[in-house]
């Protein structure tokens, strides 16, 4: 367990907003939440979750996990996982996973092309989808690093309870969305845009919730 400096947050208080989910293609809205889909926050959707891109990391009976993408924090992975830090893709800060268990880390990571053909994960990796994995972030960095082409770190997590979040989805407080591609969008290069991007990518409804305000009784 790595501790990591809490971060205030707020408990959401989705809004009711009126969605059509077409049917899945890449980039585009998906019929249900599955493991290696977006999970993208109505305009409507307060703190910890506002403007929030998820990945998705499971999802079934038991519950659902993902990670926020897109809210990198200004705390250095090098004040916390030295060891990590100049393996990191894009940024060298911990990016803020979700409002649970804010004193852990957790690492994702992608492998490279030579790593995904072997008939066997690299030690300390668990793979989620694609070349997309968890990472053990106790595994020496040396030894995990050769096999990987992007890696970040996060503080805290996303978690649903069983049903959850299939309510929260009724009651249009999420899209869940197909990444156009699983590792560009999960290390994406322009997190503090990644919202607007990835619904405007979208099209039809969804193109519209970035010119929403996040009041809906702001007109």
Known sequence: MVDIPPRVSRRSVPRDDDLVLDAPTIGRPAAAPEAGLLLVAAPGLEEPFHRSVILLLEHDESGTLGVVLNQPTTLDVGSVLPAWRDHLTGTPHLFQGGPVALDSALGLAALGTAAVREPEEPAGFRRVVGPLGIIDLDTPADDLVPHLQALRIYAGYAGWAPGQLDDELERGSWAVISPADVVVDTFH??????????????GGTLAWWPRCPNDPQVN
């Open 189 to 202: 290069a322009d997190p503090e845009h990644m919202w607007s991007l990835v619904l405007t990518r979208a």
